[in-house]
């Protein structure tokens, strides 16, 4: 309790904490400061994505630690060189730039979207359309972009240029697509928004649309990228590439990366002086991103992942109190027929299990290299829990 009360007296109240203070961990599992287990079905939303301490990638980063922690953006690093190669070839995309975190990459991806309008047409089509439902981030621009109302308030004014159409709506997507639009933003499975997936059909007409229209398509895949659907993108399993995606959470197992990445169509938007990140390509973020990368491109990782994702539906299946199960992967969203999600989070806390929530869902982004016994482990929990 101390830590808590020591915390809370230092630390702006910006979240609603559970009771818990966590002390290490290993694989899929953490421990508290009393030395209780948990089984972390949530890897700090999506972001430890090798689970707890990976050997190669505290290798990687620790040795990175030893060499070199930081240089500024006006120098070269290899590590950088190596880690933008890599994603680059994994992900299929021509260059790419260096932020710190998910807002900060869909920041850049404005940004880009933006100025590729302004260079070709001039002023005047500047707007974005982004999804009702939507997340992409806390910053002003990126709390703009996001399209759900209780995100909307005390921050006045927020940033213009933002048209929201409803997901999987495509009369709604075509009438709002006009000469104004400059890009379409969009998460190929909203993960905050509750693990809702878009509808083939939908995306297909988005990128219509905008290959008629010379307007810039842009995936979050924040959530869902780097490997957490089992292909290293999302946009794969819809057999389409963004002109820009941005890629965050999983990338560096869980040291503060964002980046977005670019096709050929807006490679060279972005020139010297128009944006920056002081932290931005951090060696010891590269190092950790390149373990990652290393670990799914080898052989059979991501199929892996896919299965898993398939055993997991399976068993939540079985469970009477499960509902319509959501999400690809090892992103899963699940109702409960009953039960309040929240207060199963809460519970499943009590009995050893970390789990989260979306919207009134219960959502588990487990880490991707969690094993069968992990897997079963943490279902006999929730299978108590739910009976
Ligand atoms: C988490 C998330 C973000 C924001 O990422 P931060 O690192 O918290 O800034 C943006 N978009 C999506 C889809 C996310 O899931």
């Known amino acids: 309790m101390k830590t808590i009360e020591q915390f809370n007296k230092y630390v702006m109240h910006s979240y609603g904490r559970y009771d818990l203070v966590l002390d290490k961990g290993g694989d899929v599992t953490s421990v508290d400061e009393e030395g209780k287990k ?11 994505s090798l689970g707890y301490c990976n050997d190669e990638w505290v290798e990687a980063v620790c040795s990175q630690a030893k060499k070199l922690q930081h240089t500024s953006n006006y120098y070269y690093t290899k590590i950088q060189a190596d880690f933008a190669k890599e994603l680059c070839e994994t992900a299929r995309y021509t260059n790419m730039f260096f932020g710190n975190s998910g807002a900060e990459a869909n920041e850049c991806a404005i940004k880009i979207a933006r100025k590729y309008s302004f260079d070709k047409y001039g002023k005047g089509r500047h707007n974005i359309i982004t999804l009702k439902n939507s997340f992409h981030g806390r910053t002003i621009a990126t709390l703009s972009a996001t399209g759900q109302d209780v995100f909307h308030n005390y921050f006045f004014p927020f940033v213009e240029g933002f048209v929201n159409v409803e997901a999987n ?35 297909d007409e988005i990128f219509k649309l905008c290959a008629e229209k010379d307007v810039v398509t ?68 590269c190092a950790g991103g390149l373990a990652v990368l290393n670990t799914m491109n080898k052989d059979g990782f991501l199929d892996d992942v896919a299965k898993k994702g398939e055993y997991f539906r399976e068993k939540l299946m079985a469970l009477p109190e499960v509902g319509s199960i959501s999400g690809l992967g090892l992103m899963i969203g699940f109702e409960l027929k009953t039960k309040d999600a929240h207060d199963v989070a809460k519970e499943a806390l009590e009995k050893g299990l970390l789990v989260l929530t979306a919207k009134e869902k219960l959502r588990l982004l487990p880490p991707l290299t969690i094993s069968y016994n992990e897997i079963d482990e943490g279902i006999k929990i929730l299978t108590e829990l739910l009976s």
């Open 38 to 48: 948990y089984i972390d079905f949530g890897s700090g939303i999506g972001v430890n």
């Open 169 to 203: 709506n495509i009369e709604d997507l075509r009438e709002k697509l006009d000469d104004t639009v400059c890009a379409v933003m969009f998460e190929y499975i909203q993960g905050e928004g509750g693990v809702n997936r878009l509808e083939q059909d939908f995306v």
């Open 218 to 285: 842009v995936a979050d895949e924040v959530q869902t990228g780097a490997g957490r659907t089992g292909k290293f993108l999302c946009g794969d399993h819809y057999g389409h590439k963004a002109d820009l995606t941005t890629l965050a959470k999983g990338l560096a197992g869980g040291i503060p990366i964002g980046v977005c990445l670019s096709g050929e169509k807006c490679a060279n938007v972005l020139v010297p002086g128009t944006h920056g990140s002081t932290f931005g390509g951090n060696p010891i973020a």
